[in-house]
Structures are given as structure tokens and as C-alpha cells.
């Protein structure tokens, strides 16, 4: 089984509800053919709406929508040939794994021979071949997970889309999950846009992430960018753990960015976003990974002086929190031996790596 991803490209598109709620305001982007898209965002940002839209279930108050050489705009579901795999499976609880493979094929007129090779070829690729007889109610979630999959791609659609499919599992299978669809999607050459305001997931498996917040794309690149490049203070603030730090613009450096001036003792140089425009002596709020902390000596360049509130062991690392003088919480990051020299209520020297951060315009009224 394979096939050629479709090309997806979403022009100005709106969707209100009544004449006070607009749940996606004027979203412009497009999907390369065998590309994983993921669009994350917090409830009620718009995500689904895009992608109801996409299916054929909800119409565009406007805007356009093309699925590789057509325009699907006012087509229905079941002329658009697309998979769909919601949270919830949806699966015929009366039908066998095999029956609800096959329900699709019947539906498009397949015959019983020719359904019969489709139907097995999708069992072995989702690895449920052994399974084929037992009901939805005798699966696992991970299982029953596998079943979805196969029914959405049994007829080959060009694009999949689907909606916080992984949720309804346990960490561990859902990691296992994400491994898998994106294996899949390599072998089938799939394109799929994935919704999902699991932050996590959108980095783990997307070569692009579309960012929403309040029905607009905050940001749309590859995943490293989002994270190490956040455009807006909403991407900044959502994608990846971070602290924000208040501070007044202080000066320039030499690699473009800017020096900030804490307002807790301390200066860290940043990076700024394109858009910006910060003035010297302008607030500014810093967006600080804890990562990108370490302990320092005192008095040092991008240094900051921090008295240690917790500590939490995680296996690999130690998470701490550190509050500033003016009280200031900032989440760092610790190797586990090193932790082993700092306890609780110790005031300590961090080190920022320069020119990590993100420094954006504070907002009116406060950070």
C-alpha cells in the first residue's frame, strides 16, 4: 500500500458562528504533499474548526480550500476522499476488526474480491493481522487506535486528518502511537494535518507546526524554530516550558539581538523577533527555557542572583524553581549531581547562555 500525499492549500479562510464568534479569522497556509502538519493551540483557539472545515463538516463563512488540484470548498464529505480519525474512534462496536476496515471499500462501490485485498494489505500495516476476527470491544486502545488508522487509509485517501486522536491514551502508549503513525506516514507517504493542543506531540512528530491562539496562526515552521524562534509572545509562552522575566531594554549586541536589564538584578542579551522593534529603555519581557540556565559565579556576564523555593527530582534532571529579588519565579533546570549542592532557601548565582532567550515588548499594563 502506497500513495502519493496530497498537496493542501488554505486560502483566507474564515469561520463564524452567529455574528459574535469568529472561531477562525482569516488562516492562510499550505501543505506539502507527504507532509505531517501539526496545528496546536489551547481549546477553543480554533484548530478544530480549521480542520471540521477541511472535512467537509462545517462550511467557510469564507475563504477557499484546495486539496491538491481541486477545489473542495463546497464539496461535501464524501466527495472530498479524505481520511478523517477523531478522539473518539468511532468504531462499529457490532463489526469485527476486518468488517470495519472494509466498511469503507463497500461504501465507494468496491467489490468483495477487490476489498479483500485491500483489506488485508491495510491489516498488515498497521500490524493486526492476527486480530482481524476479534470485536472493538476485546482491543486495547492502542489497538483500537490501530483499527482507526487502517479504516481512514484502507482507501487511500490523499490527505488525513485527524483530531486529537492520541489523547484518550496512557503516556506510554501514546508515545509508542506517535512513532508509529509517523512510520506510517513515511512508508505511505501520507499528508496529515494533526490537531492536537498537546505541545509535546506537535514537536515530537510534525515538520511543520501551525500555532493558533484565538482563531489566528500565530506562527507556522518546523518545530526547532517554533521552539527556539517563537515569533509572538503567545508562541513564546505556549510551545515549551519558559519563564517570564521583566526587564528594560538596556542596549544592543553585536549578533543583532538585544541586552535587557532585569528588573530582579541581573541582565541577560536576547534575541528579538523580526517584528519588534524595542527601544532602549523600553520594558521588555524575556522569555526564559530552563535549559538554558545553569549555576554560575557571581558578578559574571548574563548572571542572576536567585534563592531556590524547590526541588523536584525527574530522572534525568532536576527541576527547580528560583525566585529573583523582586520575586520572580523562574523554572531551571538541574544535572542531578549538580543539584546535590544546592538546597532549599540557598541563594544562588544563574548562568544564562547568551543570546538564547527571546525578548518581546512588554504588553500594556503590566509584563
Same mark, same amino acid.
Given at each position: 500500500m502506497s500513495n502519493m500525499g496530497a498537496t493542501v492549500?488554505?486560502?483566507?479562510? #474564515?469561520? @463564524?458562528?452567529?455574528?459574535?464568534?469568529?472561531?477562525?479569522? !482569516?488562516? !492562510?497556509?499550505e501543505v506539502r504533499s507527504g507532509e505531517f502538519l501539526s496545528i496546536l493551540g489551547p481549546s477553543g483557539s480554533g484548530?478544530?474548526?480549521?480542520?471540521?472545515?477541511?472535512?467537509?463538516?462545517?462550511?467557510?463563512?469564507?475563504?477557499?480550500i484546495h486539496i491538491g488540484d481541486r477545489d473542495v470548498t463546497d464539496l461535501p464529505p464524501n466527495k472530498r476522499e479524505i481520511g478523517v480519525i477523531f478522539q473518539k474512534y468511532a468504531l462499529f462496536p457490532h463489526m469485527t476488526v476486518r468488517e470495519n476496515i472494509r466498511f469503507p471499500l463497500k461504501m465507494r462501490g468496491m467489490t468483495r474480491a477487490q @476489498?479483500?485485498? =485491500?483489506?488485508?494489505?491495510?491489516?498488515?500495516? =498497521?500490524?493486526?493481522?492476527?486480530?482481524? !476476527?476479534?470485536?472493538?470491544?476485546?482491543?486495547?486502545?492502542?489497538?483500537?487506535?490501530?483499527?482507526?488508522?487502517?479504516?481512514?487509509? @484502507?482507501?487511500?485517501?490523499?490527505?488525513?486528518?485527524?483530531?486529537?486522536?492520541?489523547?484518550a491514551l496512557d503516556k506510554k502508549l501514546r508515545e509508542e502511537m506517535q512513532i508509529e503513525i509517523k512510520e506510517l506516514q513515511r512508508k505511505l507517504g501520507l499528508t496529515i494535518i494533526f490537531v492536537t493542543h498537546d505541545q509535546e506531540e506537535a514537536l515530537s512528530m510534525s515538520d511543520r507546526i501551525a500555532v493558533m491562539s484565538r482563531g489566528r496562526i500565530e506562527q507556522i515552521e518546523a518545530p526547532d524554530v517554533i521552539y527556539a524562534a517563537p515569533a509572538t509572545r503567545f508562541v513564546a509562552g505556549f510551545v515549551g516550558?519558559? @519563564?517570564?522575566?521583566?526587564?528594560?531594554?538596556?542596549?544592543?549586541?553585536e549578533q543583532g539581538g538585544v541586552s535587557v536589564s532585569l528588573d530582579g538584578g541581573g541582565s541577560i542579551d536576547c534575541r528579538t523577533a523580526p517584528h519588534d522593534r524595542l527601544e532602549i529603555g523600553a520594558p521588555a519581557t524575556v522569555y526564559l527555557r530552563p535549559d538554558h540556565v545553569t549555576l554560575g559565579a557571581a558578578g559574571?556576564?548574563?548572571?542572576?542572583?536567585a534563592k531556590i523555593l524547590s526541588k523536584s527530582f525527574g530522572g534525568s534532571? =532536576?527541576?527547580?524553581?528560583?525566585?529573583?529579588? !523582586?520575586?520572580?519565579?523562574?523554572?531551571?533546570?538541574?544535572?542531578?549531581?549538580?543539584?546535590?549542592? #544546592?538546597?532549599?532557601?540557598?541563594?544562588v548565582h544563574l548562568s544564562v547562555q547568551p543570546g538564547q532567550s527571546m525578548a518581546f515588548a512588554a504588553e500594556e499594563g503590566g509584563r
Open positions: 492549500r488554505v486560502s483566507q479562510l #474564515v469561520k @463564524s458562528y452567529g455574528e459574535h464568534v469568529t472561531a477562525v479569522d !482569516n488562516a !492562510n497556509f484548530k478544530t474548526s480549521i480542520l471540521m472545515c477541511l472535512a467537509g463538516f462545517e462550511v467557510p463563512t469564507a475563504g477557499r @476489498s479483500d485485498v =485491500v483489506v488485508e494489505e491495510a491489516l498488515a500495516t =498497521v500490524r493486526l493481522t492476527e486480530l482481524a !476476527n476479534r470485536m472493538p470491544a476485546q482491543l486495547s486502545g492502542g489497538q483500537q487506535q490501530r483499527v482507526a488508522i487502517a479504516r481512514a487509509i @484502507s482507501f487511500r485517501p490523499p490527505l488525513l486528518l485527524m483530531d486529537e486522536s492520541l489523547s516550558e519558559s @519563564s517570564q522575566i521583566s526587564g528594560r531594554i538596556a542596549g544592543t549586541t559574571g556576564p548574563d548572571t542572576m542572583a534532571a =532536576v527541576s527547580a524553581i528560583g525566585e529573583l529579588s !523582586n520575586g520572580t519565579r523562574i523554572a531551571i533546570r538541574l544535572d542531578p549531581e549538580e543539584a546535590k549542592s #544546592v538546597a532549599l532557601d540557598d541563594v
